[in-house]
């Protein structure tokens, strides 16, 4: 749930909201900010008569039309810093490539911040710092994470050579990646192996070498992320 806002505060938080993506369900909307559906279908008619273009589709959601397009956003001097952790927890929960298209991104952000906004980051960056609890493996330096985020998004099969060093047994497996997870301080590909022909969990620092087919899966529907917890 959202930190408590005034009325105007929300309107906009949910024109940025409807911005960041394709469609928004009315129940998303309504479990961020905390508040009802009744009052999510007032807030959007209120936007629509104050101008902004809202189109909906039944049994889908809301979206904005590809034409309207928000004036620059301003932060809040939490916001920043809260940009500010994250990149801190890149840093260390990432891999080299990954953390370097997010410091870019960061970096194009921190452009459009105000003085003072740019003086409060400052002032805090040398006073936070993350550090590993468990020893990373010695390959972990390349986790292929921007590659597996791709094949997720784009629903593209994945070659691997997997190292499962508590069998010391090396596979080359082509793979159908569902999701990412993070948990003891490691990222895991959880994806449908097509050797095993069942869910597996793959942990990235014992991947060798990943490679990206030119194969989409896109005619197979596999499970959630929160199915596969759930099971």
Excluded at 127 to 139: A, D, L, V, Y
Excluded at 148 to 173: F, G, H, K, M, S
């Amino acid at each position: 749930m959202e930190f408590m806002m005034n009325r105007i505060e929300r309107l906009n938080a949910i024109m940025i909201h409807l911005q960041s993506k394709r469609v928004v369900r009315a129940s998303e909307l309504a479990d961020r900010f905390g508040i009802s559906l009744r009052t999510i279908y007032r807030d959007v008619r209120a936007l629509e008569k104050a101008g902004v273009p809202i189109g909906a589709e039944a049994g889908t959601g809301y979206f904005l039309t590809d034409n309207f397009h928000l004036n620059p956003v301003s932060f809040t001097l939490q916001e920043a810093s809260a940009l500010l952790m994250g990149e801190k927890l890149m840093d260390v929960m990432s891999d080299a490539e990954t953390c370097g298209h997010y410091r870019s991104a960061v970096f194009k952000i921190r452009a459009v911040l105000k003085q003072v906004e740019k003086d409060y980051l400052e002032s805090l960056s040398d006073s936070i710092s993350f550090q590993h609890w468990t020893n990373q493996s010695p390959g972990a330096g390349r986790l292929f994470l921007s590659e597996i985020q791709d094949a997720i998004a784009l629903r593209r099969v994945v070659e691997l050579v997997y190292n499962a060093r508590y069998t010391n047994e090396i596979t080359t497996r082509k793979v159908e990646p569902i999701g990412l997870w993070n948990y003891d301080s490691r990222w895991h590909l959880i994806a449908w192996c097509r050797l095993r022909q069942g869910y597996r969990d793959f942990r990235l620092d014992r991947v060798e070498t990943l490679l990206l087919t030119g194969e989409n899966f896109t005619d197979k529907k596999h499970i959630s992320m929160s199915e596969y917890f759930s099971e």
